[in-house]
């Protein structure tokens, strides 16, 4: 069994900072890359951020420049670093891993393993 876990959301300032935890667990866990994807109200899911097996990463234009994501082996644990923030990056935040290569790391429904979400709200 598989089980993703997010932390770190909040409420913060607009030029705010919060870092976001995606913690794996589960013996059967084994993914070629791990992705931070994100829903606001009204709007489809989308990726923010995702890190491959080999290291490479990649980002929305939306986010460049503002977030990192990275990971950490021992802890088993996928961050994304989210700094300057503003209000359109008010959504739920999801962790979700990928098993295989499929087409596109864009896609949503090549995931396989998701996490329950973690809300960031970005407000004066």
């Known amino acids: 069994q598989v089980q993703l876990v997010e932390s770190g959301g909040g409420l913060v300032q607009p030029g705010g900072s919060l870092r976001l935890s995606c913690a794996a667990s589960?013996?059967?866990?084994?993914?070629?890359?791990v992705g931070w994807f994100r829903q606001a109200p009204g709007k489809l899911r989308e990726l923010v951020a995702v890190i491959t097996w080999p290291g490479t990463t990649n980002y929305a234009d939306s986010v460049k420049g503002r977030f990192t994501i990275s990971r950490d082996n021992a802890k088993n644990t996928v961050n994304l670093q989210m700094n300057s923030l503003k209000p359109e990056d008010t959504a739920v935040y999801y962790c979700?891993?990928?098993?295989?290569?499929?087409?596109?790391?864009?896609?949503?429904?090549?995931?396989?393993?998701w996490g329950q979400g973690t809300q960031v709200t970005v407000s004066s």
């Open positions: 979700a891993a990928k098993e295989t290569y499929g087409t596109s790391w864009w896609a949503s429904n090549e995931y396989n393993y």
């Open positions: 589960g013996s059967g866990f084994r993914s070629v890359a």
